[in-house]
C-alpha cells in the first residue's frame, strides 16, 4: 500500500474545478472496493486455513516429511514456501494441512519422480543462503529423460527459471530484471506464479551495445532494424533509467519506405526507474490499436509514440527526449513530461524471443478474475491535477492487476490440492521393483486403460499380491478379540474383556497400560505381555502394502513416470509429456518391459509384426493406445508401403490402402538380417497419418 498512499498524498491540493470533487469521489470509490477485494480474499484465506482443511498451528520451522513417490524427503516448512505465490507455497502453507493425502507414516505424499523433487529440494535449500543478486542455480539432473520430467514439475508447481539479463551493464539489481521481466510477459497470456516474483517465459539477446559501438541513429538502425520484438535500454548520465519495447521491427534507413513511417505495434509499452519516483512506472499504449506506437525514421534512433515534437520518447544522435502522456501513458514524474531532454550515457537493445508464444493453458488461466478497462488519461484539470489524478489511477490499476493475480493464484490452488495432493492413503501403492521401492497413487497404475498395470490395480479386482500384512486399523471387535484370545498365556477372561467392550482395530494400537487398565485387565504380567504384543502389531499395521515387480528399476522408473506426467496432463495441469528418453544400453530391456506391463493386448505380438525402426530425424510413430515405448509392432506390410513410398512406386491412397491391408506379412525371424529404410523429412507427414491410423490386428 506505500504506492497508493503516495499517490494519496499527491492529490492534496486544491483545485476549483467543479468536476474535481467527482474525480475524487471516483477514486476514493475504485480504492475502497480494491480495498474490500484485499479484506475478502484475506478473509477467504485465513477459513480455509483454520476452519476447513488448514492448520492453525504450523510454523516455518516445522520439519516436513515428503514422501516423493517412494523417496523420503525432509525440509523446513520455510524452505518449502519461500516461493510466494506458487503452487508449491500453497502445497506447504498449511492452508490445506488437513487435505493432503498422507502414507501409513503420516508423511505427506506426492505422486512425483523423488529424484527429481530432491533437485527442487536442493534449489529451495540453495536459494536461503543465497541473495536476490546471486541467485540459487536452477534444479537440474544429469539424466537426460529425468530432465523433460524435472521440466514438467517445474510447471506443475509453478516454478519457472530465474529471469536472466545477459550482458546487461545498465540493469544490474535483480530486482530490476525481475521487473522487466514481468512486464514483458503482463500481456502474455502466462501464468503469474512465478519464481521468486520474474518469470523466465522470454529469452533476451543483446544485439546493441552503445560502449562497444559508436552511439548513432544510423548504427541503431543498422544493428536492430529487422531483428524482431526488442527491448531497448537507456541510462542517462544522471543514472535514470528509462526506455521501450516493441513487438514491431525496427525498419532499416535504406528502406524508403521507412522514411517518417508509422507503425501499429499493440503490445509496445515505454517505462522508467528512477527520475524522483517512489517506485518504477509502465506507460503501456493508452489506446493499444494505435498507429503511432513507434516512429520509423533516419533523423531518429528509437522513437516511440506520434513523431516529430510529438514522440513520447525519442534518441536524437546522444540525447533522449521525453515527453509522455500522447500515444503513451503519463510517467509519474515531471521528468518525463513536456519534452525534457537528458545525455545518455549508456544505451543497449536486445532481441526479445518467445514473448508472444504458445502456452499451456492451465486452470489458473480456465478462472481469470476479470479487470477493470483502462481508463483514459485525465487532461481537464490543471497540469499539476491531472497529472496527480493520473498517476493515481496508474496505482491504483498496477494494485488491481497485483489483487487479480493473488486472486487467481488462490482459486488454482484450491483446485490444484484437491486434484493432485489429496486423497485417502488406502489408494497408495507400494511396489518392491526387485528391491526398488517406489510409490503411486492407483489412479496413476490405471492411466493405460485396459493394459496389464490397469487391470492388475484395479480397486474391483485387485488383491494384496505377496503381502501378509493385515489391515489392522480396520478390524472389528471380533477380529480383534480372535487376536487376543490367539495370544499364548493370555487367560480366556482377557479376551471376553475385549469383547465386551468391543474394541476396534483402531481403538487396539492405541491401548497403552492406563487403557488396559481401563477395561478390566490387572495381572502386571499380563499387562505387560499385552503392550508387547500390541507394539509388534502396531509396528505391523504401519508397513504399506508391498507388490512385488520382478523388472528393472530403470526400466519400471521410465514408465511409472511417463503414466504419472499422463495424469497430470488429462487433469491439465502441464502439457503433453514427451515420449521416455531411453539410454542406448536398455533400450531391447525398456521394450519387453513396456510391452509386458503396458501393452493393450497384455501379450505378445505375434510373429507377423516386426519392430519400427527408429533414426533420429524420425519421431516412433507410437499410437497412444499402445503405451509409452519407444518403438510399436506394425504389419511389415507396413514397411513394404513406406519403403514403396520412398521409390516413388507408391502415390494413390487406393494404392496404400490397398498395400497397407495386404494379407501377406513378414514375420521377424525373416527380417532379421535385413536392414529397414526410414522416411525422409519429405514422405514423414503423410507415413505418419497412415501409421498412426491403422490398428494392429
Known sequence: MERLNSAINSLNISDNDPDYAAEIN??????????????????????????????????DDDVVEINAGGRIIAARRGTLCQLKGTRLEALFSG?????????????????????????????????????????????????????????????????????QMPDSNIITQYSQVKLLHKWLNEDDG????????????????????????????????????????TLIIIETTEGHIVGGYTNENWSSPDDPMSIGCWCKANKSFLFAIGFDMSSPCKMD??????????????????????????????????RVYLNTGHIYECGKSEKLMDGHSYNINEMEVFR????????????????????????????????????????????????????????????????????????????????????????????????ADDSVLA????????????????????????????????????????????????????ELIALNEFGLK?????????????????????????????????????????????????????????????????????????EKCNNNFVSVRGDKPSPSHVILGEEDNFDPLIPERYGVGTRTYVPAAMLEAREHLL???LHSEHEWTKLSTASDRYTCHDLSGRQLLYPHVAARNSIETDVKGFQVS
Open 95 to 163: 492452508r490445506w494441512e488437513k487435505k493432503l493425502q498422507r502414507d501409513g507414516s503420516g508423511r505427506i505424499f506426492l505422486d512425483v519422480n523423488g529424484d527429481c523433487f530432491q533437485a527442487i529440494v536442493d534449489f529451495l535449500n540453495e536459494m536461503t543462503i543465497s541473495s536476490e543478486e546471486h541467485p540459487s542455480e536452477p534444479p537440474t539432473m544429469n539424466d537426460v529423460g529425468h530432465k523433460q520430467v524435472l521440466a514438467q514439475y517445474l510447471e506443475l508447481f509453478g516454478l519457472r527459471i530465474p529471469p
Open 455 to 506: 487391470r492388475q490395480f484395479d480397486d474391483t479386482k485387485w488383491t494384496e499380491q505377496g503381502c501378509t500384512n493385515l489391515r489392522v486399523k480396520e478390524w472389528s471387535p471380533d477380529e480383534v478379540s480372535d487376536w487376543v484370545a490367539n495370544i499364548n498365556h493370555i487367560p480366556d477372561d482377557v479376551a471376553a474383556l475385549f469383547i465386551e467392550h468391543e474394541l476396534s482395530g483402531l
Open 352 to 447: 526479445v524471443s518467445n514473448v508472444s508464444g504458445v502456452h499451456h493453458t492451465t486452470h489458473q488461466q480456465h478462472h481469470r478474475i476479470r479487470r477493470s478497462p483502462k481508463r483514459k488519461q485525465v487532461k481537464r484539470f490543471s497540469k499539476e491535477t491531472n497529472r496527480a489524478i493520473n498517476e493515481k489511477w496508474a496505482t491504483l490499476r498496477e494494485l488491481e492487476a497485483e489483487l487479480c493475480s493473488l486472486e487467481e493464484s488462490f482459486e488454482d490452488e484450491e483446485l490444484f490440492i484437491t486434484a493432485f495432493a489429496s486423497g485417502e492413503g488406502k489408494e497408495l501403492i507400494t511396489l518392491n521393483v526387485s528391491g526398488t521401492i517406489m510409490v503411486t497413487k492407483r489412479s496413476t497404475l490405471q492411466v
Open 647 to 649: 521409390k516413388g512406386i
Open 518 to 590: 481401563e477395561i478390566g485387565v490387572k495381572r502386571a504380567g499380563t499387562i505387560c505381555l499385552l503392550l508387547d504384543e500390541i507394539s509388534t502389531l502396531k509396528k505391523t499395521a504401519s508397513e504399506d502394502v508391498v507388490t512385488l515387480i520382478e523388472h528393472s528399476p530403470y526400466c519400471f522408473g521410465k514408465i511409472l513416470d511417463h503414466l504419472r506426467l499422463k495424469r497430470l496432463h488429462d487433469e491439465d495441469f502441464i502439457d503433453g509429456p514427451p515420449l521416455p528418453t531411453i539410454c542406448d544400453n536398455q533400450k531391447n530391456r525398456f
Open 285 to 318: 499504449l493508452i489506446n493499444a490499436d494505435s498507429k503511432h506506437a513507434i516512429y520509423n525514421c533516419s533523423q531518429y534512433g528509437a522513437a516511440f509514440g506520434g513523431g516529430c515534437a510529438q514522440c513520447d520518447l525519442k534518441v536524437t544522435g546522444s
Open 190 to 229: 502466462s501464468s503469474s506464479s512465478i519464481c521468486g516474483g520474474g518469470t523466465s517465459d522470454v529469452e533476451l539477446s543483446l544485439i546493441y551495445h552503445s560502449s562497444k559501438e559508436n552511439l548513432s541513429n544510423e548504427n541503431f538502425h543498422s544493428r536492430c532494424a529487422n531483428q524482431g520484438n
Open 26 to 59: 471516483k477514486l476514493k470509490e475504485a480504492e475502497e472496493q480494491l480495498l474490500d477485494r484485499l479484506q475478502e480474499l484475506e478473509e477467504r484465506k485465513r477459513n480455509s486455513s483454520a476452519v476447513y482443511d488448514g492448520s492453525e498451528y504450523v510454523r
